[in-house]
């Protein structure tokens, strides 16, 4: 049951409580006062009677003398000499009053009593119709309460659900409105939360920009010196290493340019299939690598796309090193229609990286080797830039699954 | 070559010579513009990043006078300083950090281009010149006059020209201009081929080459 429903039900019956007490009392007052009128009526009547037997013997208004029906309470009450009044129970409730007159006598009155009359009727069906209407007017109300509170608490959940899934300039304090409670003071720590990750994303995207442009120059230097070095196996190394650290420099730069969101596709009409096939290619020869290191499979016809097709390239890249490199060969690339899948025969992604996606620097993956993480984080960047969407997962043997799906073709451009 | 990193512009120049070719260097701006008015060269590499005046407005300054071709060393992660260059005039760039292997390849195709190619024959029709609307092309004298005034091109743009001119009505995607004009085997930037483009059309007419949306340009009869 939501938060409206509760709330609604908890009022309805602490209300209805309520009433209900409140009728008991009122009724029993209005019961109590209704005796006490009757008793002081029919004491009334037998003082009257009293003095008129006391003058001329004769019993008035119905008393009778020594009657028998008598309660015994009643006579023993006032055998002493007092005047007093009994009521006799229900159901058929008669309302007593008696003196003790000359001669030992007893003169008593005896009046019906009805526990309920037209007027006690006419309360109670009052009480009822009040009762039940405040109860569902206050069950209305609550419910309505209710539902806005629960409406903006909603509204905060709808915008942690945006901040989680990367919007971080959702704000939540707008979502729930103005007010001074509870909930806006939820928001606003919501909001205060997300502006700190805010800073915190501001300031690792800063450092990898910085980084990368301050590493830069040295490393362009370095790069172009090491060139210059005489033939041999010492100046290879170093060549080898001062180009692993271009590389990656490269890599960072790329993120950086991710980060400040100047990326935009340059689209172009591609047969998606004979393309993957021509990257795999051209990557074979990049990379030295052997025919049955990477195999292509074309399922269907093949699909034209329009696309940036250095950005699939570079996915594509990206996806298979990262295969070969921490997964085991061969690597498979299956294209169907608009979807891309790459599969490798290794472990597998590790568990977070298929929960978060890619994050920089942050390989961890001790079942898949070291690495620093940025070929696959740039692989997500160039995939955001085309629209289209990129996923790991497990393949059914155990292996690491990359799936790429291009956007629907939009319309506008033929 | 206009380098600020002594590192760099000793070891590219180091680099650069070993492949045969004669490099100056200047370290700024002002000292580019010098020596480029006293030795003419055949063609400029231009670091973005320079101090005191910066390598856009020297390449906008060598513009003025000159065709000769101009790659520009951008900063990678730095986009604006690519169109900002290629608008001021650059036919190619190459980023920072640059792979030797890529400069030497970049500075031999703008090069080829400045220089008549003698692989590509001369069209066997007529005398060689053809017209497009108000537009001559002259394949012998490799000049191109708009109501019979001539314009200056740039050998990029005289090449990117030749290449419509081969396939008068076709549509060339950016992918393959970027191969036949600029020598990329595969990649490229997209950005060169529009950013020219502008240039050529604001010389021969903005409305003979046309944009085919999705596809790439094409030349109007």
Same mark, same amino acid.
């Given at each position: 049951m939501g938060l409206r429903g509760k709330l609604g039900l908890i009022f309805l019956l602490v209300s209805a409580l309520a009433i209900l007490v409140l009728c008991v009392a009122v009724y029993t007052q209005a019961q109590s006062a209704r005796l006490d009128r009757t008793r002081s009526f029919a004491d009334e009547r037998i003082q009257l009677a009293a003095q008129s037997y006391d003058t001329n013997d004769v019993p008035v208004f119905g008393a009778k003398l020594d009657d028998p029906d008598l309660p015994p309470q009643l006579r023993d009450a006032v055998l002493e000499g007092n005047r007093a009044t009994f009521k006799t129970g229900s159901p058929h409730a008669k309302m007593w009053a008696a003196v003790a007159v000359k001669d030992g006598k007893i003169l008593s009155i005896e009046q019906d009593y009805e526990t309920s009359d037209d007027s006690m009727k006419a309360l109670q069906r009052a009480l009822l119709l009040g009762g039940i209407g405040t109860v569902a007017l206050v069950a209305l109300v609550s419910v309505i309460l209710a539902g806005s509170l629960s409406k903006r608490i909603v509204a905060v959940a709808g915008t942690a659900r945006r901040i989680a899934a990367g919007d971080l300039d959702a704000s939540a304090a707008e979502a729930v409105g103005k007010g001074k409670d509870e909930v806006q003071s939820l928001a606003t720590a919501l909001d205060t939360m997300a502006s700190s990750l805010r800073g915190q994303l501001e300031a690792e995207r800063r450092f990898t920009a910085d980084v990368a442009h301050d590493l830069r120059t040295p490393v362009t230097g370095l790069t172009t010196a090491a060139e210059l070095l005489p033939p041999g196996r010492p100046s290879e190394l170093v060549r080898d290493r001062a180009k692993v650290l271009r590389r990656l420099v490269e890599d960072l730069l790329e993120i950086a340019r991710f980060d400040s969101g100047v990326e935009q596709a340059d689209l172009e009409l591609v047969g998606l299939g004979a393309f993957v096939g021509s990257a795999v290619g051209r990557l074979r020869m990049q990379q030295a690598l052997a025919p049955d290191d990477v195999i292509v499979h074309q399922l269907g016809t093949d699909e034209t796309v329009s696309t940036d097709s250095r950005r699939i390239e570079r996915i594509l890249a990206n996806l298979i090193v990262n295969g070969l490199r921490h997964g085991k060969p061969p690597v498979e690339v299956t294209v169907s229609g608009r979807t891309v899948e790459v599969v490798d025969? +290794?472990? =597998?992604?590790p568990e977070e990286l298929i929960a978060e996606g890619p994050r920089r620097f942050r390989s961890g993956m001790a079942e898949r080797g070291? +690495?620093? =993480?940025l070929g696959l984080t740039i692989a997500a960047g160039h995939a955001k830039v085309l629209g289209a969407d990129l996923t790991f997962g497990a393949a059914p043997g155990g292996g690491a699954l990359a799936r790429l799906v291009l956007p629907a073709e939009p319309e506008t451009h033929l | 070559m206009v380098e600020d990193d002594a590192v760099i512009r000793e070891a590219t120049q180091l680099t650069l010579e070993r492949h045969g070719y004669d490099v100056t260097t200047a370290e700024d701006g002002l000292e580019a513009i010098e020596r480029f008015e006293k030795i003419q060269p055949d063609v400029v590499m231009l670091d973005i990043m320079l101090p005191g005046l910066d390598g856009i407005s020297v390449c906008r300054r060598i513009r003025e006078a000159s065709t000769v071709p101009i790659v520009m060393v951008s900063a990678r992660g730095d986009a604006l300083d690519v169109v900002l260059g290629l608008e001021a005039g650059a036919d190619d760039y190459v980023t920072k950090p640059f792979d030797t292997q890529v400069l030497v390849a970049r500075l031999r195709a703008v090069m080829r281009r400045a220089v008549s190619d003698p692989e590509r024959p001369a069209?066997?029709? %007529?005398? %060689?010149v053809e017209s497009f609307g108000d537009l001559e092309l002259d394949r012998e004298a490799l000049e191109v006059r708009r109501s019979g005034q001539t314009v200056q091109l740039t050998p990029t743009e005289l090449k990117l020209l030749i290449e419509f001119a081969n396939n008068p009505g076709v549509v060339l995607s950016r992918s393959t201009l970027l191969q036949r004009v600029?020598?990329?085997?595969w990649g490229g930037d997209g950005r060169l081929v529009d950013v020219h483009l502008q240039r050529l059309r604001t010389k021969i007419g903005a409305d003979r080459i046309e944009t085919v949306r999705g596809f790439g340009y094409k030349l109007r009869a």
């Open positions: 025969h +290794g472990n =597998g992604y070291v +690495g620093h =993480g | 069209p066997a029709t %007529g005398s %060689g600029w020598d990329y085997e």
